[in-house]
């Protein structure tokens, strides 16, 4: 199934209203939902809309209308409590705070405590790339990844963005997570039925897991084993550099702000009063005229993605990208041709429409 953005974007925010989100948040989330599905990172699309969104507001887990407070605003930071609310639309405004701060001294840095997931990083990176900032944003989450040499997850996949602005060609975005995959990237396998590569996620004895639908429930019930941090198991490949990333991101999003670490996020049990998942958020921008004049800097960009695409490729390869090229020529072909579904995303969908009693238009 083919959908156009604005019908996708449209169908989105009336689910969310529908539960009791603002109209300006719904917006802004079904906004970030349906960019991850225009770029083609479908792990982090309008696939999350029932399970993470509209279901855990329906359930208590997130508050429909935050009470969202600035806790500390000096020139160059801020610390923003999200009231429990959801993900896209403080970091939205997190962002905007940390770019006009950046705008005014040059550099801008932002935390967010007591929020809920926040779908692609590299969206509120990219939000600083047209007013000439180099842009950040991480975020700590559930519980999923093993440190090296441990077998019980303590972190989460702790995604980092960043963007830069380019001239002629492409901005640099980086969109990564910290562990090998993210926890979507599993979903999509299962959604697919095909089976895990080995390396990606251990059982509690520390045995590969390539059955993804395993994978899924193992981490449903909390049970021991969980991602392996990016590099993989052990040391010799670098899984340590990996696990010291998403050890980076726990201190600048969760200790920065004064809120949990990953392993005390998402405290939800069967049996027990719905709790606040407590996730935190980081964001900067930096102004590249505070560095140099800015057509130098976007020059600059140019020739080193060049050099980096003209580098001679290895046999049965003819292109080399650099990070976010793939997701921009993404997001021009499906803004034409419309938006993919995989059929068991759209009778997900379906079936939230009819519970919710809303037209699925799409």
């Known amino acids: 199934m083919q959908v156009q953005a604005n019908a996708l974007r449209a169908f989105c925010q009336h689910a969310l209203q529908e539960v009791g989100v603002e109209e300006e948040d719904a ?31 329906r359930d208590g887990k997130i508050v429909a209308r935050p009470q969202v407070h600035v806790l500390l605003d000096a020139p160059a930071t801020a610390v923003i409590d999200a009231g429990g609310g959801l993900g896209h639309p403080v970091s939205h405004r997190a962002m905007q705070m940390a770019i006009q701060k950046a705008r005014d001294l040059g550099v801008g840095f932002v935390t967010v405590r007591n929020s809920n997931h926040y779908g692609i990083a590299g969206y509120y990176a990219t939000m600083a790339l047209e007013h000439d900032c180099i842009g950040l944003s991480m975020t700590n989450s559930s ?24 001239g002629d060609e492409y901005p640099y975005v980086l969109d990564m997570a910290t562990s090998t995959v993210p926890a979507g990237k599993i979903e999509v396998y299962d959604r697919l039925g095909k089976p895990l590569p080995e390396g990606w996620v251990i059982d509690e004895a520390g045995q590969p897991v390539t059955d993804a639908a395993q994978a899924i429930e193992h981490r449903r019930q909390h049970a021991e084993g969980g991602h392996l941090p990016l590099g993989g198991a052990g040391e010799l490949l670098s899984g340590h550099k990996g696990y010291g990333l998403a050890l980076w991101v726990e201190i600048f999003c969760a200790l920065l702000s004064g809120a949990p670490c990953s392993y005390e ?37 140019d020739d080193l993605q060049r050099e980096l695409k003209d580098t001679p490729k290895v046999a049965g390869q003819s292109r080399i990208y650099v990070h976010g090229e793939k997701e921009y020529i993404e997001r021009d072909r499906r803004s034409r041709e419309g938006i993919p579904l995989n059929p068991k995303v759209v009778v997900d969908l379906q079936l939230m429409a009819e519970e919710l009693r809303i037209d699925f238009d799409l």
Do not use: C
Not at 30 to 46: N, Q
Not at 145 to 165: D, E, H, M, Q, Y
């Open 143 to 166: 519980p999923l990844v093993v440190p090296t040499f441990g077998r019980v997850a303590k972190l989460g996949t702790n995604p980092i963005a960043v963007a830069a602005p380019a």
């Open 27 to 57: 917006h802004i989330t079904a906004t970030v939902l349906v960019e991850a599905d225009l770029r083609g990172i479908i792990s982090h699309g309008v696939a999350r809309l029932r399970q993470f969104y509209v279901d855990r507001v």
């Open 265 to 301: 996020t998402y405290p939800n049990r069967p049996g027990r009063k719905p709790q606040p998942a407590q996730v935190s958020h980081f964001f900067g921008a930096w102004r590249v005229e505070q560095f140099r004049p800015l057509d130098e800097f976007r020059a600059a960009m």
